[in-house]
T-cell receptor, first 110, second 113 residues
Framework: GQNIDQPTEMTATEGAIVQINCTYQTSGFNGLFWYQQHAGEAPTFLSYNVLDGLEEKGRFSSFLSRSKGYSYLLLKELQMKDSASYLCARLNQAGTALIFGKGTTLSVSS | KAGVTQTPRYLIKTRGQQVTLSCSPISGHRSVSWYQQTPGQGLQFLFEYFSETQRNKGNFPGRFSGRQFSNSRSEMNVSTLELGDSALYLC????????????FGPGTRLTVT
């Protein structure tokens, strides 16, 4: 199976740091993506990890541990506009499709 | 460069009817994938086309079908619509030269009554 698990909802305040976790089944692993989706809009690409470690991109960072089947998305200096759904996804074994988790809805309050 | 476009953006159909949705990928992208998004199930993979060939198919009934044309534009068709087919249908395109990143279109919101 290719189950992907992530929390359904998270809340945080402006300026804070939040970590969104994602676990997945390790068999046939081909890469891990994070997408952001604002309500009523299409998902937009945030990050792609295929090797272990932390990748930093501005206020957003993504971490991967292939042996543990674990990833997280770290959002720093939260802003109201970061309120969105964050989708964890892995490539299928053939590398031709994304298998998504159900998403984590993040609410940022002032 | 223009992004992925999908038409129509909104559609209302009746149970038992059929529907065709269209997707134009980013220029130069040859892979087109289709996804269904519902509040209960999230984003689920329907199928993927590359150079007019279906390379992969998700776990959906045969009522869902698709095709890709020589210019990489793609269509998906749903026959004998059911209420549960109400969803946002998203199309995404990608290019082998840009890794596996997929670029999503704005989606078609289908409502079946």
């Amino acid at each position: 199976g290719q189950n992907i698990d992530q929390p359904t909802e998270m809340t945080a305040t402006e300026g804070a740091i939040v970590q969104i976790n994602c676990t997945y089944q390790t068999s046939g692993f081909n890469g891990l993506f994070w997408y952001q989706q604002h309500a009523g809009e299409a998902p937009t690409f945030l990050s792609y990890n295929v090797l272990d470690g932390l990748e930093e991109k501005g206020r957003f960072s993504s971490f991967l541990s292939r042996s543990k089947g674990y990833s997280y998305l770290l959002l720093k200096e939260l802003q109201m506009k970061d309120s969105a759904s964050y989708l964890c996804a892995r490539l299928n074994q053939a590398g031709t499709a994304l298998i998504f988790g159900k998403g984590t809805t993040l609410s940022v309050s002032s | 460069k223009a992004g992925v476009t999908q038409t129509p953006r909104y559609l209302i159909k009746t149970r038992g009817q059929q529907v065709t949705l269209s997707c134009s990928p980013i220029s130069g992208h040859r892979s087109v994938s289709w996804y269904q998004q519902t509040p209960g199930q999230g984003l689920q993979f329907l199928f993927e086309y590359f150079s007019e060939t279906q390379r992969n198919k998700g776990n959906f009934p045969g009522r869902f079908s698709g095709r890709q044309f020589s210019n990489s534009r793609s269509e998906m068709n749903v026959s004998t619509l059911e209420l549960g087919d109400s969803a946002l249908y998203l199309c995404a395109s990608s290019s082998p030269g840009q890794g596996y990143e997929q670029y999503f279109g704005p989606g078609t919101r289908l409502t079946v009554t």
